[in-house]
Nanobody
Framework: QVQLVESGGGLVQAGDSLRLSCAAS????????MGWFRQAPGKEREFVGR????????DYVDSVKGRFTISRDNAKNTVTLQMNSLKPEDTAVYYC?????????????WGQGTQVTVSS
């Protein structure tokens, strides 16, 4: 079992930066691919990016490439999402998720989400 708790959301202006953190419980954090997802009001949940178990491989949805960076610290059981040059369309509830395989949206464990609001 893995419990995930996100933090760091808030209200910012377009162009600002925000850093989200996800703290994981348990001693097997390095066994999981970690993903970030988001869901805007009235829209379906969207994949944002993911990071491999070792942290060496990352991939992102095209809309955030060059602006968002995912990193992880397996010693501290944390994964972060650094978001730069934020846009109003980045407004959403952001979720971190963990899974051994990290395929699509089929992640076994999810956090409760943290709200990010970007004003224009």
């Amino acid at each position: 079992q893995v419990q995930l708790v996100e933090s760091g959301g808030g209200l910012v202006q377009a162009g600002d930066s925000l850093r989200l953190s996800c703290a994981a419980s348990g001693r097997t954090f390095s066994r999981y691919i970690m993903g970030w997802f988001r869901q805007a009001p009235g829209k379906e949940r969207e994949f944002v990016g993911r990071i491999s178990k070792s942290g060496g491989v990352r991939d992102y949805v095209d809309s955030v490439k060059g602006r968002f960076t995912i990193s992880r610290d397996n010693a501290k059981n944390t994964v972060t999402l650094q978001m730069n040059s934020l846009k109003p369309e980045d407004t959403a509830v952001y979720y971190c998720a963990a899974d051994e395989y990290g395929l699509g949206y089929d992640y076994a464990y999810w956090g409760q989400g943290t709200q990010v609001t970007v004003s224009s």
